[in-house]
């Protein structure tokens, strides 16, 4: 009869988030770094999760080399300390990469929120998160004095000392796992509010929200873990008591990581499929998503919802030619227009050739030829089209 474990699960799921993530952290660098030059903060969590997240993947593939998922029972002598040890070394880190990741959809989410409102609640929740997240860093890794008595309390020569009861840690994990699920929830409603109201069509729109709220299936894992918790109050067989929770953890962190990728590749999907979005009235959407972030050059494209609606666009265009004589053709063509000072860039198709000035006259440059610099720029101004 073969030895009950759920080793084989635990390394399986392991492998298989790890190579997810990974990859998806590999798009987002290069997205975020190369197509739309943007790279900040929250890449930078999102880099610093992921690492923590290997690490957090080599100790537990570990502790499944040592028993992770077996019975005492069934684990060599002398493998159960270690065993042990690195379920106590994935338990920190865990805690660590879940506030790095959760950081980092906070930023990502802050940068592109329109109302005071929305940043007001997500600076609570994360906030909120960020706190408890670090009063359960510091509870799991002094829940014994000393630190070692956790795995070494099952070797033949334990050290004297002492532990909490394994039930504050259960209750805090509980406490862990609800404001995780909030913090989820809310990051992945929020991307409705902030997108609904652009000048999208609805297929951009829906696509766009499932991006953003990609973070809800993280929140499934958490959910599905619940059950799961009591198991830490097991100490006497912990390794296949808690193999559910391990597994849980594990996809919960994967999830998180991977769909926070997802959420920045949209840039990349149209470096590589083209097309984009259409509002009514133009060509592409009224609102594109301006690339936001620290050090980057104008005019790339990724997120920026601001809305523009009830803004009029105007185009002005100045010839300069001889001697610094200048003339804005496109002002000549619309005076009258009471809306703005700048022109409709659609009007007067005929007008091209109604400017005061006369350009087919001689160059004032004795004959020397054309100097002409044309300078043209699109500004915005308020008021209803």
């Not at 002598?77 to 690195?86: E, I, L, N, R, Y």
């Not at 790339?300 to 523009?308: K, Q, V, Y």
């Amino acid at each position: 009869m073969a030895v009950a474990s759920r080793g084989t699960e635990v390394a399986s799921i392991t492998y298989t988030f790890l190579i997810l993530s990974t990859i998806a952290t590999l798009l987002r660098i290069y997205c975020r770094g190369w197509v739309i030059k943007a790279f900040s903060y929250d890449d930078w969590l999102a880099v610093a999760a992921q690492f923590l997240f290997i690490i957090f993947c080599a100790y537990e593939i570990t502790g499944v080399t040592y028993g992770t998922g077996k019975h005492f029972a069934d684990i060599e002598d002398g493998h159960v300390p270690k065993a042990m040890q690195m379920w106590w070394t994935c338990e920190p880190l865990y805690v660590l990469c879940n506030m790095a990741i959760k950081a980092s959809i906070a930023i990502f989410l802050l940068r592109i929120c329109v109302t005071r409102v929305h940043k007001i609640i997500i600076w609570t929740v994360i906030g909120v998160t960020e706190l408890y997240s670090f009063f359960f860093f510091l509870l799991f890794v002094l829940q014994c004095r000393p630190t070692s008595l956790f795995w070494l309390r099952y070797s033949t020569n334990p050290p004297e000392g002492n532990c909490l009861d394994a039930s504050v840690v259960a209750n805090a994990f509980y406490g862990y796992s609800a404001i995780s699920c909030v913090t989820d929830w809310t990051y992945s409603i929020l991307p409705i509010f902030l997108v609904w109201s652009l000048q999208m069509n609805t297929r951009v729109k829906v696509s766009v929200v499932l991006i953003l709220a990609a973070g809800a299936i993280a929140s499934s894992a958490t959910i599905v873990r619940f059950p799961y918790l009591y198991s830490l109050t097991d100490i006497n067989d912990f390794l296949y008591s808690t193999a559910d929770v391990a597994i849980w953890s594990t996809i919960e962190t994967g999830l998180g990581i991977t769909a926070a990728g997802v959420a920045t590749l949209r840039p990349l999907l149209k470096t590589f499929f083209g097309g984009g979005s259409s509002a009514p009235g133009h060509g592409t959407s009224a609102r594109q998503w301006q690339r936001t972030g620290s050090g980057h050059p104008k005019g790339e494209t990724g997120f920026d919802l601001h809305d523009r609606s009830n803004k009029g666009l105007g185009v002005t265009t100045v010839i300069d030619y001889g001697n610094n004589h200048g003339v804005d053709i496109e002002s000549q063509k619309v005076k009258g227009d009471n809306r703005s000072d700048t022109s409709n860039p659609f009007a007067g198709g005929d007008d091209w050739n109604s400017s005061q000035t006369n350009l087919a006259e001689s160059p004032d440059n004795g004959g020397q030829g054309w100097n002409i610099t044309v300078k043209k720029s699109i500004v915005q101004t308020s008021g209803n089209a």
